[in-house]
């Protein structure tokens, strides 16, 4: 049910939308939500280029009376003398400071009136050796391109912005002052009426000289948002690559105290029942027997099942365990050799396990190899693991034969890390991966 009320105020609300229509876009521009974004840029604008022409002023006018006290007054005052070498040594970590600051202040003033967001750059400020790096670094000259471009645009152009809105009050006050001849009093009334109309034209173009300026000055350049880019994507790999390690550690842990133990259990009991039903009748002992060789089967590939999912005793005792177990159930014989005098992280070892392994069944499947040599050495923050065998050669890793070699460059590439083969016809094959400890 719509009131007489409701009637009213949604009358009331089209006539204004009415109204607001039959005014001209230029009328309509001097409240409109970019005008006040805009004339709000601006005078901000304004405002820090008066306090970085201020302070980049104070150290410009410092600095040269140094020098000018130097060249004037007697070499003999050492005070003079210590006072100029301070401004040389002083002046660039003073100066580096304000274009840093005033940067910092501008992107501050961006994000508050224009809602831009620039990254600080932190890399190139701390660019080694300090001071002197930051100002080999190119974003650091941006950075003093821009705040010297922001007198022009945030200073004359902020200041005209400024002009344009005191306009009609600058004409209201000359005709206050007593100035009514018609044609001086009618040419300040239209001086003031044109500048107030053009004002929201004037910041808007202000605000999107500044934007641009920034863009393109204060900003990285596509090869530090490139550079970042990379960054980011490859903190989110070892985000991921951490994330699904530990969640393969805890379904192993599921799997080894669940599952796990409910089938040894099942297993035993089913041992049990065969060994001392012997006078049951021959189908039930038949049925007692099958079950029993089902469960130590289940139990067995359950078992090669959780080790190749993450093996227990890599967390507990170490990669050197690991790859002892590894060689330890090889069908052929396995020689290891390791020297890692610091263990490396755990997505890392763990890495290594499944390359060894992977490569050994490998090997156990298509070399026809009699033996095989497993090196694993650290070397300062590399970890090296290497795979030899005596087999026929020939393998490659496009994946193409089966041997599954594609999926082991792809593990070391997960870690930032490379793999090499080297495997001629007839032999050896070599298979080395190089691996970042952390």
């Known amino acids: 049910m719509v009131t007489s009320g409701d009637a009213l105020y949604r009358e009331s609300m089209i006539s204004a939308e009415l109204t607001t229509r039959r005014v001209p876009a230029v009328v309509r521009a001097l409240w409109a939500e970019p005008t006040r974004r805009a004339t709000g840029d601006a005078l901000a604008a304004l405002l820090v280029a008066v306090v970085g022409t201020a302070l980049l002023g104070v150290l410009v006018i410092l600095t040269w009376a140094a020098i000018y006290s130097l060249v004037h007054w007697p070499v003999g005052d050492w005070a003079h003398v210590l006072l100029y070498l301070a401004m040389v040594l002083a002046a660039p970590v003073l100066l580096l400071w304000a274009v840093q600051g005033l940067a910092a202040l501008q992107r501050v003033r961006l994000h508050a009136t224009l809602g831009l967001e620039f990254p600080a750059g932190e890399r190139s400020a701390w660019r080694k050796p300090w001071p002197v ?12 391109g821009y705040h ?3 007198v022009l645009i945030g200073g004359a152009g902020g200041g005209l912005v400024a002009a344009c809105w005191l306009a009609p009050v600058a004409a209201i006050g000359y005709l206050a002052a007593g100035h009514t001849a018609a044609v001086s009093g009618a040419g300040a009334v239209l001086a003031g009426a044109g500048l107030l109309l053009a004002a929201p034209w ?10 641009a300026a920034a863009r393109v000055l204060l900003g990285p350049s596509r090869s530090e948002a490139l550079a970042l880019r990379v960054e980011s994507l490859a903190r989110s790999r070892a985000d991921i690559l951490t994330a699904t390690d530990a969640e393969r550690r805890r379904i192993e842990r599921d799997l080894h105290d669940g599952t796990q133990q409910r089938l040894v259990s099942l297993a035993m009991n089913l041992g049990m029942a065969r060994t001392r039903l012997t006078d049951a009748p021959q189908a039930a002992q038949r049925a007692i027997a099958d079950a029993h060789d089902e469960a130590l089967l289940a139990l067995s590939e359950l078992r090669d099942f959780i080790r190749g999912l993450h093996p227990a005793v890599l967390n507990d005792r170490g990669l050197a365990a690991a790859l002892s177990g590894l060689a330890a159930r090889a069908p052929l014989p396995v020689r290891l050799h390791i020297d890692t005098p610091r263990p490396a992280s755990a997505s890392i070892e763990a890495v290594a396990y499944f390359i060894v392994s992977e490569a050994l069944t490998n090997v156990a499947k298509h070399a026809q190899a009699t033996r095989a040599d497993v090196t ?5 923050d590399l970890l090296r693991v290497e795979v030899t065998d005596d087999g026929h050669g020939g393998a490659v890793a496009a994946d193409s034969d089966g041997t599954g070699l594609k999926g082991l460059a792809q593990r070391a590439a997960a870690v930032d890390g490379t793999l090499t083969i080297d495997s001629p016809p007839g032999g050896p094959t070599v298979i080395t991966a190089e691996l970042p400890c952390e």
């Open 133 to 144: 790096g930051p100002w080999r670094d190119a974003a650091t000259w941006r950075q003093v």
């Open 148 to 150: 010297l471009l922001a």
């Open 202 to 211: 004037l910041a808007r173009l202000v605000a999107r000289a500044d934007e």
């Open 376 to 380: 694993v050495v650290r070397d300062g």
